[in-house]
């Protein structure tokens, strides 16, 4: 078998080990996943070097498919933002374990970085949200002013991600149809909030 074969076989063996890991609420450590997995340690700290690398590339699986996601809607926001948000809560959910841990990391490095800086392991950088959201702004790119603009693609970003579960599950107790619900609900707001801002910005400038 090709090297190229077996690295991947191996890499493939330890992200699904990882997944499923993250689903029953662990965090495992890179130790814990090679017992798991059935490799040594060595090997496994070949492909994930620290556990920040081993969520990175957890979340980056789980959301690969989001990623390649594309909007049918040619030239209205509100119909691609609700398009994402169907096509992409289901899949978060689906992964919902892996993008808390990411979450919890993020938190438990924010609070490292504060105290013991000297200490600091590689920082988890999360998400892609930034490009797929431009995405879904892209009918109002010119339309907006650059301050709308990034009023509402920053308004989304607190949307579209896993930190609404902590909100809409964790304090509300919704199940996941209406956390899609209430995003989409919000999202609307939002827009009409801008567009109501823009015709008055228009008249404003035709007086």
């Known amino acids: 078998m090709e090297p190229s ?14 997944l499923v890991l993250f689903e ?15 490799v040594s340690r060595a090997t496994a700290y070949r492909y994930f070097p620290t556990q920040s690398d081993l969520i990175a590339a957890a979340v ?12 049918k809607s040619d030239d ?3 119909e691609r933002i609700a398009e994402l948000f169907d096509f992409a809560f289901p899949e978060m959910f689906r992964h919902e374990g892996a993008l808390r841990a990411a ?17 600091m392991e590689k920082k988890l950088v999360r998400g892609n949200r930034k490009a797929t959201l431009a995405r879904v702004m892209e009918p109002v790119k010119e339309k907006y ?7 509402v693609i920053a308004a989304f970003s607190l949307l579209y991600g896993s930190e609404v579960f902590l909100v ?4 509300w107790g919704m199940d996941n149809q209406e956390v899609i619900d209430n995003v989409q609900w919000m999202a609307k707001a939002i827009i009409n909030q801008a567009n109501r801002e823009f015709s008055e910005e228009e008249y404003a400038g035709n007086k």
């Not at 029953?24 to 059935?38: C, D, K, Y």
């Not at 002013?145 to 009023?151: D, I, L």
Request: hydrophobic share 35%.
């Open 76 to 78: 209205k926001v509100g």
């Open 60 to 71: 980056g699986a789980s959301l690969e498919t989001i990623r390649e996601w594309k909007p």
């Open 145 to 151: 002013s650059p301050e709308m603009y990034r009023k």
């Open 5 to 18: 074969v077996t690295r991947k076989k191996t890499y493939d063996l330890l992200m699904n080990k990882a």
């Open 24 to 38: 029953q609420g662990e965090i495992p450590s890179i130790s814990r996943l090679a017992t798991e997995a059935g």
């Open 168 to 171: 809409m599950k964790d304090i």
């Open 103 to 119: 979450l919890l990391v993020s938190l438990q490095q924010w609070a490292l970085e504060r105290h013991s800086p000297d200490k």
